[in-house]
Structure formats: structure tokens, C-alpha cells
């Protein structure tokens, strides 16, 4: 179904904001599944670097070669360990009712970083492809969009007591 079909649902929030700095999940058993099954390969791919976590990892001078190996050097471990901890975090949390503001915020790294990664593999560009259920890549294209969407459903629940201008 489409949005434009007036039967669609929008699917029930995922993560909403309960107050407080506080935040509900609401993660399907299937979904959750998903996740912890995902998140021990990303983590892997970090710990290795991986060529698909190089947008993970960015290039801060293009035109240096020096002073990119020295930025490496300096940045790239502690880069790694911010994405290594937010996967622990999800993987700690991901079976309870609430997080907080912190724990939200690792989500949010640890989503990103799969979207990234998993868009690298499949060298997302600007559109998306329409394929057909039965293209082999059907599934990896849909966790990408499942991704895009939870990230959503995070900036939405934090940005909910924000006001407007």
C-alpha cells in the first residue's frame, strides 16, 4: 500500500517520547530479531574496517594524503569505539519497555551506522531502484528503507516537545 491510498496505516510508532526524557519502544518480536542479528555483523565490519564502513569512518582531507593518514591515526579509534558502544547499547536495551535521552542517541548512532553501511553495500544513490520482489536484492533494499524509517520514528519521538517557529 501506498500513502496515497486512503486505507493505508501509518504502522504504530516504534519509539515515542513517554516525557521527561524518556522514550517508549515498541519493537516486534520479528523486528528486534532483525536487529540483534544485524547489529554483531556491523560491529565486526567497524572492528575490521571493513571498505563498507567507509562512510563510516569520513576522510577529512581529501587533497593530503599525510595529513589524512595522520587524522586516521588520531580519530579513527575513537570514531570506532562511539560506534561499538552504541551497538551495545542497543543490544542491552533493545528488550526493554523505555530508554532515555542518551540511550535514544545511541540508537540513533547505531541505526544510522547499519543504514550506512548496508546503502554502501548496495551503492544507494539519490533514488531508490523499484524492484521486483523477486530481484536478490528485494530484502537488502527493504531493510534499508526499515532502517530509514526507525530512524524517523527516532527523530520524531525526540523532536516532539520541540516547537515550531
Same mark, same amino acid.
Given at each position: 500500500m501506498s500513502e496515497d491510498n486512503p486505507t493505508y496505516a501509518e504502522p504504530h510508532p516504534r519509539i515515542a517520547r513517554l516525557g521527561s @526524557?524518556?522514550? =517508549?519502544? #515498541?519493537? $516486534?518480536?520479528?523486528?528486534r530479531r532483525l536487529l540483534l542479528n544485524l547489529l554483531?555483523?556491523?560491529?565486526?565490519? /567497524?572492528e575490521t574496517r571493513d571498505p563498507a564502513t567507509k562512510r563510516l569512518f569520513p576522510t577529512a582531507y581529501h587533497d593530503d594524503p599525510e595529513k #589524512? =593518514?595522520?587524522y586516521q591515526g588520531l580519530m579513527a579509534n575513537d570514531l570506532a569505539a562511539g560506534r561499538l558502544a552504541a551497538i551495545a547499547? /542497543?543490544? !542491552?536495551? *533493545?528488550?526493554?519497555?523505555? *530508554?532515555? &535521552? $542518551?540511550?535514544? !542517541?545511541? +540508537? &540513533?548512532?547505531? *541505526?544510522?551506522s547499519l543504514r550506512l553501511v548496508l546503502g554502501t553495500r548496495l551503492e544507494v544513490g539519490e533514488d531508490l531502484p523499484s524492484l521486483g520482489a523477486d530481484d536478490p536484492d528485494a530484502p537488502a %533494499? =527493504? /531493510? %534499508?528503507? %526499515?532502517? @530509514? +524509517?526507525? &530512524?524517523?520514528?527516532? /527523530?520524531?519521538? &525526540?523532536? #516532539?516537545?520541540?516547537?515550531?517557529?
Open positions: @526524557g524518556r522514550f =517508549a519502544l #515498541e519493537i $516486534p518480536a520479528e523486528e554483531p555483523d556491523l560491529g565486526q565490519l /567497524v #589524512e =593518514a595522520e547499547t /542497543v543490544e !542491552e536495551t *533493545i528488550d526493554r519497555p523505555e *530508554i532515555d &535521552m $542518551p540511550a535514544l !542517541e545511541r +540508537w &540513533m548512532e547505531a *541505526i544510522n %533494499y =527493504a /531493510v %534499508y528503507e %526499515y532502517l @530509514g +524509517w526507525l &530512524m524517523e520514528q527516532a /527523530v520524531r519521538a &525526540m523532536s #516532539e516537545d520541540l516547537g515550531g517557529p
